[in-house]
Nanobody, 127 residues
C-alpha cells in the first residue's frame, strides 16, 4: 500500500520550533517532488514549501519569510519541514504530498493534482 505519513506536529509556544516529517511507505520517494501544504480552520489549503526529487530546487511561500526549511533524506525515504519562529497564524493541519512531476509555482501553491497525500499532522501555535 502506497502511503505518506506525516509526524512531528503538536502544541508549541509562539517563537518555538517544530520539525515535521513526511515518511513514505510502499514506494520510494527518490523520483518524487514533495510539497508541504497546510489548511487552517475555515481557510483554503495553501502551499508552504516544495522540493524536487534531487533536493536541488526548493520553493517557499511568501509567508514563510525565511523561517522554514524543507529538506529530504532519500536514504530514509523521508522529507522534513523545519519550522522556526512559529507564529499563531501558522496553526493548521500540515500535509505532505508527492508527485512525479517537477512542481511549478501553481502546483506548489495549491497542491492541485498531486499524486499522493498524507493524512496530515496538526500544528498548534499558542501561548
Amino acid at each position: 500500500q502506497l502511503q505518506l505519513v506525516e509526524s512531528g506536529g503538536g502544541l508549541v509556544q509562539p517563537g518555538g520550533s517544530l520539525r515535521l516529517s513526511c515518511a513514505a511507505s510502499g514506494f520510494t520517494l527518490d523520483y518524487y517532488s514533495i510539497g508541504w501544504f497546510r489548511q487552517a480552520p475555515g481557510k483554503e489549503r495553501e502551499g508552504v514549501s516544495c522540493i524536487n526529487s534531487s533536493g536541488g530546487m526548493t520553493k517557499y511561500a511568501n509567508f514563510v519569510e525565511g523561517r522554514f526549511t524543507i529538506s529530504r533524506d532519500n536514504a530514509k525515504n523521508t522529507v522534513y519541514l523545519q519550522m522556526n519562529s512559529l507564529k499563531p497564524e501558522d496553526t493548521a493541519v500540515y500535509y505532505c504530498a508527492a508527485d512525479v512531476r517537477e512542481l511549478g509555482t501553481a502546483v506548489c501553491s495549491t497542491g492541485y493534482g498531486m499524486d499522493y497525500w498524507g493524512k496530515g499532522t496538526l500544528v498548534t501555535v499558542s501561548s
